[in-house]
């Protein structure tokens, strides 16, 4: 179907319809107070921290690493399903709020600085909650499970650290920007559909793709750096976040904010997004 046949009665929303759902969208974001932002920041962080070690648990008991890819997908689901916040989505849109004059650079500030506050307290107090589990509060370190948080924590910083400054911060930021584009039009995929199925079938594919890859997401090493941490990866802080965390974090917003905002509007609409502003309705 065409988009210039596609109806309201119709389950597709046609690309133009599309970029203009992410500006409200944005705007939206954008609007909410810091206390809401930084709880559904958090119980997104719990469901990431969930489906993670979901993914994990199934990587390592069939020994094929995509499996877990499979099913990471699950995660943004529920997150958008339920409202929760993913300050990676929200990089792609608020910025183009911003853009379109629907919302200021506070806003856009407040927006992604809270959302990252509520990940930070979410994503430790559900790695804590993980290692407890998976080690029975620190009695039992065999479970394969606790060997894969190892091992990914020291890979996503020490591999970095060992290739040196420029080149090893330069892919850590580089994996990020490609891997917030996959993440972040995930979440405007979920707008081109109008039924639960088929959004959760548009978000499946770029998360896949993106997790099968092994790409940087700053929520999800939020979450597996300080695990992996606490199950004995040879990692301090200092190279949790000059290593891996800042620049994934950088190069998230840049994939975002560029490949999806930006990208998207101007493949669908005929100006850049900061000239000839019109006010949405919606």
Not at 114 to 140: K, N, P, R, S
Not at 152 to 170: F, N, Q, R, S
Not at 203 to 223: A, Q, Y
Request: hydrophobic share 55%; proline share 6%.
């Amino acid at each position: 179907m065409s988009p210039t046949m596609a109806t309201p009665t119709t389950s597709v929303v046609p690309p133009t319809e599309v970029v203009d759902e992410m500006v409200r969208t944005g705007a939206y974001k954008a609007s909410l107070p810091p206390r809401t932002i930084v709880v559904r920041a958090i119980l997104g962080s719990f469901v990431f921290g969930a489906v993670t070690t979901l993914a994990a648990t199934v990587a390592t008991q069939t020994g094929i690493p995509f499996a877990g890819a499979l099913v990471f997908p699950i995660a943004l689901c529920l997150v958008i399903l339920l409202g929760l916040e993913l300050v990676t989505s929200t990089m792609g849109l608020v910025p183009l709020a911003w853009w379109r004059g629907r919302a200021s650079a506070r806003q856009v500030a407040g927006s992604i600085g809270w959302a990252i506050v509520g990940h930070v307290i979410g994503c430790a107090v559900f790695a804590w909650v993980i290692w407890a589990t998976v080690t029975e509060l620190g009695t039992d370190t065999t479970a394969p499970v606790v060997g894969w948080f190892r091992e990914l924590a020291e890979h996503k910083t020490i591999h970095y650290a060992a290739l040196g400054v420029g080149p090893g911060i330069g892919l850590a930021f580089l994996k990020a920007v490609l891997c917030n584009w996959l993440v972040s039009l995930a979440a405007v995929m979920a707008m081109t559909s109008r039924t639960t199925g088929g959004k959760i079938m548009a978000i499946w594919m770029p998360i896949t793709l993106f997790f099968g890859l092994g790409w940087e997401h700053s929520v999800v090493n939020l979450f597996v750096i300080p695990a992996g941490m606490l199950m004995g990866a040879d990692v301090t802080f200092a190279d949790w976040w000059l290593w891996n965390e800042i620049p994934v974090l950088l190069g998230n917003l840049v994939g975002a904010a560029t490949l999806t905002g930006l990208g998207l509007w101007l493949a669908h609409r005929p100006t850049v997004p900061w000239r000839g502003r019109e006010r949405l309705s919606g």
